[in-house]
């Protein structure tokens, strides 16, 4: 017996409000359709869309040698469409790159992650997509050549957000990926596709995932369009007064080779910068508070160029600000045009974690209004014998680690400081993974210990830089300027990563210990 053909399949699930096929792709008047029934009644519709006409982009090579249009030099392509009614919801298989028909607010969020997770198997992962929720925020797609648990793919249950993985489902008969589209290679016809779209239905309303993924659930996206609304309304309150709670960041990954640079106006004559800030954008283009909504913000455009200052592509300002906002009881952070609510128990573990770092014993003085170079050297000239200056004295340790801060203020007790004025995630969270490297260098290399004594006077140095000095005769002190009334507070997701730092650095056998600087 001939095996079945596999076909891959990408299939969607659209919102309930969404009833209408005109609605899901606004172009359907104009495409060919043909009514789709099977044995039990009618099943939907397929559109199709034939009259797709480009020039190949590699035809601009050979600009010298002859012009498209002359020898008729055009690729030919269709795209088509396919509604269909499952159990009361209207769910969509593109073919053809016609993903780019559907209204996009149709699509239900991350339908395909969940029907992916639900399917595969604990160690059956393939693929894996996240997002780092720091300031930075780094993207990565990694892949395995094998089936494999998600431990494999250095994933961080408390910093990533899962955007995408693919897996074999727990038959191991199909791969399965998914975002907010299911993609699966399936032998399936049309006569058997309502109950294949039936099951996968079915596997999206299950929440059999927990049992085998938990973590997912640490930070999930916000669906209640009511609370998305209130949200975006503090999101534009704090915007309108600069808050650090909010930043812009490239939304997705691209090829930095290729980047000149990014401008918030489009045109040639506009100046480009090497990086996209919130106080930038609002200086250059809000004229006036009252200007900024969320169909605003919506609407502005970052625009990217590349090397050969040509407009490369886009995004909506809204699609690359970032924020966290507490909002009755609960974190949310916007990620990618998407609001995720932080797990409850998750939150209140961080806090915990927080609350129960020790306050240093250590005395330093307020900064009043000093950066941090100035605010060292001040340090260090009122207690000379007491405190060693280390800030900006880079050690060369060459390969991935070339250039390492060991500290900022060392004391003659045995307190290695590190300070940092407050400011977004990303610059406290730099802070606490100094602090982690540093940590395990003075511990770990001979050489490091050296160079660190290269930098010290007499009365500073290890006494024997060859020898592992004992951990747990020293602290290890994270000290933040700040000028915010009350007891120290940071970045939720700073929070995260000083928990982690302090784990690691508490393994080693470290004292570590938070300090706030007060201001006056």
């Not at 606004?26 to 060919?32: D, F, Q, R, T």
């Not at 897996?167 to 294949?196: H, P, Y």
């Not at 990620?335 to 014993?361: G, M, P, R």
């Amino acid at each position: 017996m001939a095996q079945e053909k596999k076909r891959k399949l990408s299939i969607y699930l659209i919102k309930e409000s969404y009833a209408d096929d005109e609605l899901i792709v606004p172009k359907s008047n104009g495409m060919l359709e043909y009514n789709i029934t099977d044995d039990i009644g009618e099943l939907g519709a397929l559109y199709i869309k034939t009259d797709y006409e480009t020039v190949p982009q590699w035809a601009d090579f050979f600009a010298g040698l002859f012009k498209p249009d002359d020898i008729n030099l055009k690729t030919k392509s269709a795209r088509a469409v396919l509604i269909l009614n499952i159990k009361n919801r209207k769910m969509c298989i593109t073919f053809g790159h016609a993903q780019h028909l559907l209204e996009p607010l149709s699509v239900v969020k991350n339908f395909g992650l969940k029907v992916a997770l639900n399917l595969g198997g604990e160690t059956s992962l393939r693929a894996v997509d996240k997002t780092s929720l720091d300031l930075i925020a780094i993207q990565s797609k990694e892949q395995s050549s094998k089936d494999v648990a998600i431990d494999e793919f250095n994933f961080d249950f408390e910093m990533d957000i899962l955007k995408s993985i693919s897996v074999k489902d727990s038959e191991e008969l199909n791969t399965v990926s998914g975002r907010d589209a299911v993609s699966i290679c399936a032998a399936v016809t049309l006569d058997r596709l309502r109950d294949f779209l039936e099951s996968v239905l079915e596997s999206y309303n299950s929440d059999k995932y927990k049992e085998k993924f938990a973590w997912v659930d640490n930070i999930c996206p916000e669906r209640d369009k009511s609370v998305i609304n209130q949200l975006n309304t503090t999101l534009v309150e704090r915007i309108i007064n600069k808050d650090i709670s909010v930043w812009l960041a490239v939304p997705e990954i691209i090829k930095w080779e290729d980047v000149q640079g990014f401008t918030f106006k489009r045109g040639k004559s506009q100046w480009l910068s090497k990086d996209i800030h919130l106080t930038n954008w609002i200086d250059e283009i809000v004229k006036e508070s009252s200007d900024i909504d969320i169909q605003f913000l919506k609407r502005k455009k970052v625009h990217l160029y590349d090397v050969n200052f040509n407009h490369y592509r886009h995004w909506s300002v809204y699609q690359c600000l970032n924020a966290e906002i507490d909002f009755n009881g609960n974190k949310y952070v916007l990620n990618d045009s998407e609001w995720y609510c932080v797990n409850k128990d998750f939150v209140t573990d961080v806090n915990a974690s927080f609350d129960a770092l020790i306050e240093s014993d250590i005395n330093l003085p307020v900064y009043n209004k000093m950066n941090e170079p100035e605010y060292n050297k001040h340090v260090y000239k009122k207690n000379p014998c007491s405190f060693a200056l280390m800030d900006a004295k880079n050690i060369n340790m060459g390969g991935g680690r070339s250039k390492i801060e060991f500290c900022d203020l060392l004391s003659l007790d045995n307190k290695i400081i590190h300070v940092k004025k407050y400011g977004g995630s990303s610059v406290l969270s730099h802070l606490f993974q100094q602090g982690v490297v540093s940590g395990e260098l003075m511990l770990n290399s001979a050489v490091f210990r050296e160079k660190i004594n290269e930098k010290l006077s007499e009365q500073f140095k290890f006494d024997n830089a060859s020898e592992r000095p004992d951990p747990r005769k020293y602290e290890i002190c994270f000290a933040i300027m700040s000028d915010i009334p009350g007891d120290l507070h940071i970045p939720f997701f700073s929070k995260v990563v000083l928990k982690n730092a302090v784990n690691r650095l508490q393994a080693f056998g470290y004292t570590v210990t938070k300090k706030k600087i007060c201001m006056q």
